[in-house]
């Protein structure tokens, strides 16, 4: 089985991952913990600062992943289980040879996949 027969093609309705492109392809990942790390847990609150609403005008190259772990289509399923893993993310953006993506997986895709077959 490969990455393709389970990937999640409408990549925009993953809100846990927002993939990074540009006119080079794939340049980044925000993940939900990129976004924590990068919040102040004192905005709208009466302990406010400057420094706080500063978070909320940050550009996405400056919050996001750089250099994100990307897999092709005919990639396995075993193949990326190891990478999410081996290289601790949540998600492996599926690109083209050209750095088009084409899909995104996540861990949940690939526990779903074994249910299928599992179950």
Known sequence: MNV?????RKVVVKLHHLLVVGNQGLLGVISDRDLLKALSPFVGALDEHPRDLAILNKKAHQIMSREPVAVDKETSVEEAANLLLSENVSCLPVTSPEGDVEGI??????????L???S
């Open 105 to 114: 997986l996540t861990w949940k895709d690939i526990f779903k996949a074994y």
């Open 116 to 118: 299928m077959v599992f």
């Open 4 to 8: 393709e027969s389970i990937m999640t």
